[in-house]
């Protein structure tokens, strides 16, 4: 009996200190929805004006406005403060089922979204992918040449299937701008490719593929264990005639103009980056391969 009891007390002591520990929970949790029931106001006023946009940003100036203004505090230093310790405590929270808010520390700015429905999310993600390319696009069209055979020497560097790429030196100019090793991994075997890069507004000339074409020819006579081919790398499409000495020869070339570059340059994270639901510019990247940023929206 006496071993019983003592069990039973043992019992009611734990069932008290969990639910104690539910109501210290509960009461957090409390806490924390009226903390943040600034914001919950706060996106239901943007609902109520732009019903269908499920993005905004407010700078802490903004907020501290509106925090003032809804009768939230009359104190400006402590609407300040408030901001302050929520910013500190966390950097992104819930603020409602389809609504995040994120802070950004960098920028010092509240970065509220919605949580977008599937047509909302295609149409989101084409309007954005179309803004990235024209952007990529022009900044590509404003480099020199030199440095747009960097990028496109980096573009080969990133793409995993292809290997050991190297670089001619400037001064030579033997019909290609660099090497790579394309890895065949059906048949264990490697290509070694010639990329030939023209930097110039009007269609790839027949003068050019007919120069790489010679150079295959060479290449090919020589002593080796690798097939050789060649790729024109151009901001156009080739001419009708390029294409037609290309086709018509024995040796392999293709050729990729600057719709496929943006592509690769999309897929591989080259000059634009992943910045939470978007693509957008890299401003490191093309102040570094450029001078300059030179087109950012």
């Known amino acids: 009996m006496p071993v019983k009891f003592f069990w ?16 210290n929970i509960i009461g957090s949790c409390v806490s924390m929805n009226s903390e943040l029931s600034f914001f919950v106001s706060l996106v ?11 993005y905004f940003v407010k700078d802490n100036d903004d907020l501290i406005q509106y925090y003032l203004e809804e009768g939230y505090s009359e104190d400006y230093l402590e609407a300040e403060e408030y901001f302050e310790r929520i910013s500190s405590e966390q950097t992104s929270f819930i603020v409602s089922n389809n609504w995040f808010v994120i802070f950004e520390v960098l920028d010092n700015v ?17 309007a954005n992918n179309k803004l990235l390319k024209s952007l990529l696009k022009e900044n590509i069209l404003q480099l020199k040449p030199f440095q ?8 080969f560097s990133k793409l995993g299937e ?36 023209k930097h110039e ?25 690798f097939r050789s081919r060649g790729i024109i790398v151009s901001l156009q499409e080739p001419s009708k005639d390029a294409r037609e000495c290309a086709s ?7 050729f990729i103009s600057i719709n496929r570059i943006i592509g690769l340059m999309i ?12 693509r957008v510019i890299d401003i490191d990247y093309w102040n570094s391969i450029g001078g300059e940023v030179l087109c950012l929206s």
């Open 267 to 278: 897929d591989n994270q080259i000059g634009c980056k992943n910045v939470y639901m978007s």
């Open 162 to 197: 292809y290997n050991y790429p190297i670089k001619r030196p400037y001064s030579r100019d033997g019909g290609y701008e660099f090497t790579v090793r394309y890895y065949d991994s059906i048949t264990n075997s490697f290509d070694r490719i010639c990329v030939q890069v």
């Open 8 to 23: 039973m007390i043992f019992m009611l002591l734990k069932i008290i200190k969990i639910t104690n520990k539910c109501k």
């Open 248 to 254: 018509h020869s024995s040796k392999s070339v293709d």
């Open 110 to 126: 509240w970065i509220f979204r919605r949580t977008l429905t599937e047509r909302e999310s295609e149409k989101y993600y084409n």
């Open 44 to 54: 239901r006023d943007h609902e109520s004006r732009y019903s269908t946009s499920p």
């Open 201 to 225: 507004k009007s269609p790839v000339a027949v003068s050019h593929t007919r120069a790489l074409i010679g150079v295959l020819d060479t290449i090919e006579n020589r002593p080796s264990k």
């Open 148 to 155: 747009f055979e960097e990028l496109i020497f980096e573009i």
